[in-house]
């Protein structure tokens, strides 16, 4: 019989303690049949939720020796997959309300209402960052983390004016938080085995002239949104002023949903070229030049009740025809893919309503949030992606008893294959499951999860004991 998830996503791990790596396992079930639930609800009793506090508070425990096994089963998922490797990068904040929020640290400052002299109140947000990394294969099927880094900052104080003293281009990236996307990008390739598949996507905020140097050292792709324009060729032009001169390929059609779930169809026009990008003039003693492809993807007509499409894209891959630049584009529109890891771990985990006190033992029950998280999300794709696949892999025998007698009288016909389940899992989430809906997405599929252990345990405590007849 082959390993159960937990055991999957916890093999890689050694906490130093059996004991501890014990508790992993079991809290970590617990949280994946409850997601979303309060720390007593998901432990079930005061002895499980107290050794999980004194868990989360262990000095030997951290949110990295936490996530190694998950790291070392993404990177099986990844050797066992073929062709190119998209890994995501992007950061999301955690806040928190506290009264002592120094224990945690804070995010950034936040302008609240007037006062009566008409100055704007400003407070800072008590709360963490954590920057992560998440593989998934070209269509779109999350093959887990790959690295994951969290932190806080201390209180702001004269940050407004160090910038007027200081050209932040000049200030070296290790002294930066930019460092993180290069140590994710470091750490991603190592674990990965082969940065030949490798490709980092990012958003604008990627858009690091050292993450390009980094990339060509280690031997890996990067796909970033361009949001400074940059030196070209001889250095007396720009990327913009280049591009400008550059005859549209063709058109492209992206199909997205804005911030309130509504479906938008977009018609880009695409440009593309190869060109010599220079590194900012602050630092082009310490950096060469690069030849690297820019994409440039504007929206044609754009409606007037939303912003228009306009996508920069700059990546070291190779982009020669209209077909290439078209596969960089929807190689990039997959990167909402983390922004909805991102979702559910907030909204399926509720992590901003945990009541740790302290930012490190946030950190460490995070971290396993962050593998629950991952496997909705892997559960959501996989269903759609390989629907015939056994059930078993996923389900035990009893929860697949259960989902069969949940599901109405006329959906019994279909095949018991894992999309079956999958899709029973989310009815009990809300989902209806109509012959117009949409594939079911993490929230319902998270919902139905956490009521499904409710029946198992229903079932377990209306099982009568063996020693017993009838």
């Not at 999957?8 to 303690?17: M, S």
């Not at 209402?113 to 947000?125: E, I, N, P, W």
């Not at 913009?240 to 977009?266: I, L, N, P, W, Y």
């Not at 077909?323 to 929807?330: C, T």
């Amino acid at each position: 019989m082959g390993q159960s998830w937990v055991e999957t996503e916890t093999a890689g791990c050694d906490l130093g303690d059996e004991r501890l790596n014990r508790r992993l396992g079991a809290m970590l079930e617990a949280l994946g049949e409850r997601p979303g639930k309060s720390l007593p609800t998901a432990f079930q009793d005061w002895s499980n939720t107290k050794a999980a506090y004194r868990f989360f508070s262990n000095g030997n425990v951290s949110e990295d020796k936490i996530l190694a096994g998950h790291f070392a089963a993404s990177a099986l998922r990844i050797r066992a997959t073929g062709g190119p490797v998209l890994i995501l990068q992007d950061t999301t904040e955690f806040n928190f309300k506290r009264a002592a929020p120094e224990k945690i640290g804070f995010t950034h400052v936040s302008t609240g209402h007037k006062l009566k002299d008409g100055r704007r109140r400003k407070h800072a947000v008590c709360g963490f960052q954590m920057h992560a990394s998440l593989a998934i294969t070209p269509d779109g099927l999350p093959l887990g983390l790959t690295s994951a880094k969290f932190w806080s900052r201390a209180a702001f104080k004269g940050t407004a004016a160090l910038k007027r003293k200081i050209n932040p281009t000049r200030v070296p990236i290790e002294q930066k938080e930019s460092m993180r996307w290069l140590d994710n990008l470091r750490l991603s390739t190592e674990l990965a085995g082969a940065p030949e598949r490798c490709v980092h996507v990012g958003d604008r905020e990627s858009d690091i002239y050292e993450l390009y140097c980094l990339a060509e050292e280690l031997g890996t792709g990067f796909l970033v949104r361009s949001c400074v324009d940059r030196l070209a060729e001889d250095g007396g032009t720009t990327i913009a002023k280049v591009m400008a001169q550059v005859q549209a390929s063709g058109t492209h059609e992206v199909r997205f949903r804005d911030a309130q779930g509504k479906d938008h169809c977009a018609v880009l026009t695409v440009r593309h070229a190869t060109m010599t990008v220079r590194p900012p003039i602050g630092k082009q003693r310490k950096y060469r030049h690069q030849e690297l492809q820019i994409i440039h993807a504007e929206e044609l007509d754009p409606p007037q009740d939303r912003a228009p499409v306009h996508w920069k894209l700059i990546t070291n891959l190779p982009v020669a025809t209209h077909v290439e630049a078209v596969h960089k584009l929807e190689w990039y529109a997959l990167r909402w893919k983390i922004e909805t890891f991102f979702r559910t771990l907030k909204t399926g985990c509720r992590i901003e309503e945990l009541r740790l006190a302290t930012a490190d033992r946030l950190a460490n029950c995070i971290a396993l949030c962050c593998v629950v998280a991952w496997r909705v999300s892997w559960l959501a794709m996989l269903s759609r992606e390989t629907p015939g696949a056994d059930p078993a892999a996923v389900f035990t025998q009893d929860e697949r008893h259960l989902l069969d007698q949940a599901t109405p009288e006329r959906k019994r016909q279909a095949p018991r294959d894992l999309e079956f389940y999958v899709r029973a899992v989310a009815r009990l989430g809300g989902y209806l499951n109509r012959a117009s809906d949409a594939p079911p997405g993490t929230t319902v599929i998270w919902r139905g999860f956490s009521r499904l252990a409710d029946l198992v345990e229903g079932a377990r405590l209306a099982r009568p004991p063996a020693d017993t007849c009838g």
